[in-house]
Structure formats: C-alpha cells, structure tokens
C-alpha cells in the first residue's frame, strides 16, 4: 500500500462499502475538514479509469459538497 494525492473526480464510491445507511449526512464533516483539512486519507482500489473508495465513504462525500463551493485540492488516497 502506498499514500498517493489523486483528483476528486477519479473516484467514486464502492459498492461494496460497509456503510448502507447515513453516508452522505456530512455536515459535521465538512466544516471539519473545511477547518481542519483531512485527517485521515481515504482507502482505495484501482477500479476502471480511476479509483473506487472502500474506506471513506462520509468523507468522500464530504469533499464532494466542499467541492461545490471551491476547487478542491487532491485527496490524499492509500492505494490497495
């Protein structure tokens, strides 16, 4: 496994996530991470053109609405 900054727009979420229910209720994250920047990376895997997130999901969807209101930096990923 390596830690790797990769574009929001490669990844996607798994479906194979554990998380079914509450992952895109992000408001407590997003002003955390607004605030505070990720703390902890997402975990991914190679999946078609880009990367599916298997761990990270609220964060993932986080970063996905602070994206609608500015350019966001790229995610720091550990690539399986």
Do not use: W
């Not at 798994?14 to 703390?39: C, E, F, M, P, Y």
């Amino acid at each position: 496994m390596e830690l790797t900054f990769i574009d929001l727009e490669q990844l996607t979420p798994s479906r194979r996530n554990v998380r079914k229910h509450g992952a895109k209720d992000v408001q407590d994250l997003t002003a955390s991470i607004a605030g505070l920047g990720l703390l902890q990376p997402l975990l991914v895997q190679p999946f078609e053109e880009g990367f599916e997130v298997i761990a990270g999901q609220r964060r993932y969807h986080a970063l996905c609405a602070l994206a609608e209101e500015a350019t966001p930096d790229p995610v720091p990923c550990v690539v399986m």
